[in-house]
């Protein structure tokens, strides 16, 4: 009998751009390039795709899709799940009838049944459809434990293969496998915890993320299976905080990841949001470490500077313009971080010659007090180029607070300035007619230097990146509007 192996991605559920429509187009192509990666199966219809917010009809027509796209290529395993046990049972029966290898069943929901109830539901289930079952325990999102001692009874049922685990607590894993590891395949689904789970014993892993990185994850296997963790632990770091933007966020985190990418599988729908389950600083996050591993390469992009025309390799998405211009005044802004050692960040940038070097100049001229400005430097006597100027947002009343924003605060800023110039958001051809202006906000309270200096460099290079880039444009802002906050709303 079939048992689940390998990794996999819990495909997202592609929407039409408003979110009302299935998109079949998107998501036959995301099978095919997830296919091309060397995916061991697909997963539709679980709780990346949202399967909560989709109408029976609409998880219908996304397995059949699925089936059919796969064409037998890899394994197919259904979300079939529901918080009742009638639902499930319909469910399940068409997905069967649809073609599908397997059925993924969650612990039925909402109404949290007791033991009796939830193991009822899988033994009622597994003896009415001959179909591989998989069980599904991920009791963050179902608020319903799936005990290990259950686990082991279920799998005393023919039918039932395999269970996918996405609570990421690793001594339940180990307590499964220790029980029922010859009974059952047991699947890791929580990207944070991955080659852990591996390392334990698990058959594979069942992944968000695998989406839109599978072929990480599958070097992970590899390397695992060969013995070589040294391997596996050094991929799992590179990619260790896009897997944690993804464990949190969700559907959200991956739909945001391959729109990046250029794969238009649109947004997700309501209650769930950018903003919200993902928030606009790991937004950018996930952008900049997408860069990192190469899921987002750089194009070239032009500046008209003046009368001067430069071209750079820029890690663009689609809303990245292709040709910048327009420098006499280009404004970013961002923030980073949370309590007293939040950053954020407001940046003027344009020409020595503009009006945010007129800026610069009376700034340097006329100080306010407790505002004084100080040019940012990477190493003594060496200013950043282009030259930059940090202004403190809050009036500094203390020698400590002075301390934090021209300490790291202001280091923090330099190096922001200098990788963006290294990686071409800013041109390396225009640094000397160009100029920035930042206010920089530090806590009063703030007293840890090291998060000061990561939370600056954060708002810095995304502030940097927004600027060049025009954003937010008025079309973000007309969507989130609505989801908008002032950062420190609910802060003293």
């Known amino acids: 009998m079939f048992k689940p192996q390998g990794i996999l991605p819990a495909l997202v559920s592609p929407l039409s751009k408003d979110g009302k ?49 796969v064409n037998g290529k890899v394994k197919v395993i259904a979300g079939t799940g529901a918080s009742g046990t009638e639902q499930a049972l319909e469910m399940t029966r068409y997905a069967k009838d649809a073609g599908v290898d397997a059925a993924l069943i969650v612990t039925p929901f909402y109404l949290k049944p ?86 334990a014993g698990c058959s594979g892993a069942i992944l968000a993320s695998a989406n839109f990185m599978p072929d990480f994850w599958i070097k992970i296997s590899n390397a695992v299976e060969k013995g070589d963790l040294k391997t596996a632990r050094e991929i799992q770091y590179k990619i260790q905080k896009i897997a944690r933007i993804i464990a949190k966020s969700g559907p959200v985190g991956t739909k945001v990841a391959l729109n990046m990418m250029g794969m238009k599988v649109g947004p997700v729908r309501l209650p769930l949001s950018v903003g919200g389950e993902l928030t606009y600083e790991e937004r950018e996050e996930l952008r900049l470490d997408l860069e990192k591993i190469g899921k987002i390469t750089p194009k070239p992009i032009k500046f008209e500077i003046d009368k001067k025309t430069l071209e750079e390799r820029f890690a663009a998405i689609e809303i990245t313009p292709k040709i910048i211009r327009d420098f006499d005044l280009r404004v970013g802004e961002a923030l980073a971080g949370k309590d007293s050692a939040v950053a954020h960040i407001d940046l003027l940038l344009g ?142």
């Open 351 to 492: 020409k020595k010659d503009g009006p945010v070097g007129e800026a610069y100049a009376k700034a340097k001229a006329a100080p306010a007090p407790g505002h004084e400005p100080l040019l940012a430097i990477l190493e003594p006597n060496l200013a950043v180029k282009p030259v930059t100027l940090i202004v403190p947002t809050v009036t500094i009343k203390s020698m400590r607070q002075a301390s934090m924003i021209y300490g790291p605060a202001q280091a923090a800023v330099a190096k922001a300035v200098a990788d963006s110039l290294a990686d071409g958001i800013i041109p390396k051809g225009a640094v000397d007619d160009l100029i920035i202006i930042v206010n920089v906000f530090v806590h009063p309270a703030a007293v840890d230097r090291q998060r000061v200096y990561i939370n600056n460099y954060k708002a810095m290079r995304h502030a940097i990146r927004r600027a060049m880039e025009g954003r937010p444009t008025t079309e973000e802002i007309l969507e989130n509007k609505d989801r908008a906050k002032h950062p420190f709303k609910y802060t003293p």
């Open 21 to 69: 429509q299935l998109n079949e187009e998107a998501l036959r192509s995301l099978v095919s390039h997830c296919i091309d990666l060397g995916v061991s199966g697909v997963v539709p219809c679980g709780t990346t795709a949202e399967f909560v917010n989709l109408t029976v009809e609409e998880r219908k027509k996304v397995i059949d899709i699925v089936v059919d796209e």
């Open 114 to 199: 007791a033991s009796r109830g939830i193991y009822e539901h899988f033994d009622t289930i597994a003896s009415q459809i001959e179909l591989p079952i998989v069980l599904y325990n991920i009791p963050q999102v179902t608020g319903v434990q799936l005990p290990w001692q259950m686990v082991e009874d279920l799998a005393q049922i023919p039918n039932i293969v395999g269970l996918k685990d996405s609570s990421g607590q690793l001594g339940f894993i180990l307590a499964v496998l220790e029980k029922v590891r010859d009974k059952i395949n047991v699947m890791c689904g929580h990207d944070e915890v991955v080659v852990a789970a591996l390392a």
